[in-house]
């Protein structure tokens, strides 16, 4: 054997050198693996190991003020879903073409669902059980048998459609609330979603040995309104006459409520809409051009169907805002209910060189008290009372009475009434206030304040949910009445409240007179 040359020597030290290098290298990069990034890969490999799906839970029951009566209620519904990597090859077609049909799918748009590169897709949320049970056939009958998953979830249902549409609200397809009572009260009615979970292999394949993990959902509270269903039916069905009757395009609502506690006994917006197809419009103009519309109007046009009315729309409230001038005028002693010849109708007023006509200018009132003056709804009067009070009384009132701020009402959107600056408002300005124009309130703020009238004289908070109950324990948590300062005194109150009645008994409201409404005053 030929001696080993220096040269070879040095070569084969060369390649142990660097062979020991790389060897120190690799464990030190081992070692980082392993000690410095091993929690955040075991993490990350455990994340794409494991499917893990939502099971929804039933949102909350809401009746109405009787506690008898349904509004919402979620049925049990399954979603559908597919994890393309646990589905051969072969059979992805033939999955697709099942799912498509059985729920009248686009096909296409389900084989690329069926061929995406990820660990699970949605096919259909919120289907019958006559629909799943249909799968399942097919499954069975084609030895499918993972792949495909059929999970519980619920649907939310409306049982009266339309009934207090704006008020209640409705929900999204992840069961979220969106519009009045159902986003407003959200956190209470939605419960937790439960899940599935199970691992697979590091081919995305289920591992047989290790079962599905079930965590079940816990369901949503349960809620009573202050809505009397009763109440709010009638309401409807008379708003939606007068507003034919009386060609109203921009609609109407009415707001009944119990004058002692706040809560609102009926909310009626017309138009309405149904609450189980809430994305369609039930105005006939928008049906007719529906199709035509791109999807801005659309949804510009949804908005305008879903908006309360009576919370979000501000109006002049007119006539009926003498009530607050009269409260305030007697509760500063300026004037009793019954001084004939107190007041003198000369069919207009003019107030700093601005002539300001009565409705019946062309056959004055004449000699009026201030009942006759209420009764009458004569503009002079009222003109007359508001210079008496001034300004910054008058204003303070305002403001005692809630109307220069939002009542507070626990329904979303709520608007503020819009006045002048105490500071701008001059003779000819408090001239129309005082007899309900050049300002605008919400019919929420207005029909509280004269609830402040009614009752004695005190402010409320307007109630719309009177009851949370618990819906794992039956447990039943009051919602508290919110009263607040006395704005006018208990006397006051007595009077205006019989000439409250002498107004629809024998002057301008005599259509607005009505009997006991089942028991109710």
């Not at 051969?88 to 729920?103: T, W």
């Not at 986003?183 to 199970?198: C, M, Q, S, T």
Request: proline fraction near 3%.
């Amino acid at each position: 054997m030929r001696a080993v040359s220096i040269k070879t020597k040095k070569r084969i030290r060369w390649v142990l050198i660097i062979a020991i290098i790389l060897m120190i290298a690799l464990l030190l990069h081992i070692a980082y693996i392993q000690f410095i990034q091993g929690g955040e890969l075991q993490a990350k490999a455990y994340e794409q190991q494991s499917l893990e799906r939502a099971v929804n839970p039933k949102r909350g029951i809401i009746y109405d003020a009787t506690g008898e009566n349904v509004l919402a209620i979620s049925s049990s519904a399954e979603t559908v879903t597919v994890n393309p990597t646990n589905i051969a090859k072969e059979n992805k077609e033939k999955v697709a073409r099942a799912l498509s049909d059985i729920f009248e799918l686009d096909y296409d748009k389900v084989l690329k669902r069926v061929k995406k590169n990820s660990s699970i897709e949605t096919i259909v949320r919120k289907m019958e059980k006559e629909k799943t049970d249909e799968l399942r056939r097919w499954m069975r009958d084609n030895n499918i048998t993972v792949g495909i998953n059929i999970d519980e979830d619920t649907k939310r249902y409306y049982p009266y459609n339309n009934l207090a549409s704006q008020f209640i609200g409705f929900c999204g397809s992840d069961n979220q609330g969106l519009n009045g009572i159902e986003v407003k009260y959200d956190e209470v009615l939605k419960g937790k979603a439960g899940r599935i979970e199970k691992i697979s292999d590091a081919t995305g394949g289920e591992l047989s040995e290790i079962k599905e993990e079930y965590v079940p959902a816990d369901d949503g509270n349960h809620i009573v309104l202050s809505i009397d269903m009763t109440i709010q039916s009638i309401a409807e069905k008379y708003l939606e006459n007068a507003c034919i009757d009386n060609e109203c395009t921009d609609g109407g609502n009415i707001v009944i409520m119990n004058p002692k506690t706040g809560d609102v006994l009926a909310m009626a917006t017309y138009p309405n809409f149904n609450l189980n197809m809430p994305f369609q419009s039930t105005i006939q103009e928008d049906i007719d051009v529906w199709d035509s519309l791109d999807e801005a109007e659309k949804n510009k046009r949804l908005q305008a169907l879903w908006r309360n009315k009576a919370i979000s729309d501000t109006y002049e409230p007119g006539s009926t805002f003498k009530l607050i001038t009269a409260s305030t005028a007697l509760n500063e002693g300026i004037t009793d209910t019954d001084n004939e010849g107190e007041f003198c109708c000369t069919g207009s007023i003019t107030i700093a060189g601005v002539r300001i006509k009565c409705w019946r200018y062309y056959r004055p009132h004449g000699s009026e008290s201030l009942r006759q003056g209420l009764m009458n709804s004569c503009n002079p009067v009222f003109i007359g009372l508001g210079q008496k009070i001034g300004v910054q009384k008058y204003y303070e009132y305002l403001n005692r009475f809630g109307l220069l701020e939002k009542t507070g009402i626990e329904l979303p959107g709520e608007a503020k009434g819009i006045f002048l600056d105490e500071k701008k408002v001059g003779p000819v300005e408090l001239a129309t206030i005082s007899f309900g124009q050049r300002f605008e309130i919400t019919p929420i703020q207005l029909v509280t304040a004269v609830s402040s009238i009614a009752n004695g004289g005190y402010k409320v908070q307007p109630r719309v949910v009177k009851q949370i109950i618990d819906s794992k324990t039956g447990e039943k948590k009051d919602i508290e009445v919110k009263k607040g300062e006395q704005v006018i005194s208990t006397e006051t109150s007595q009077k205006m409240l019989s000439m409250m009645q002498s107004v629809v008994d024998e002057g301008t409201g005599k259509n607005a007179r009505s009997c006991r409404l089942y028991g109710r005053r």
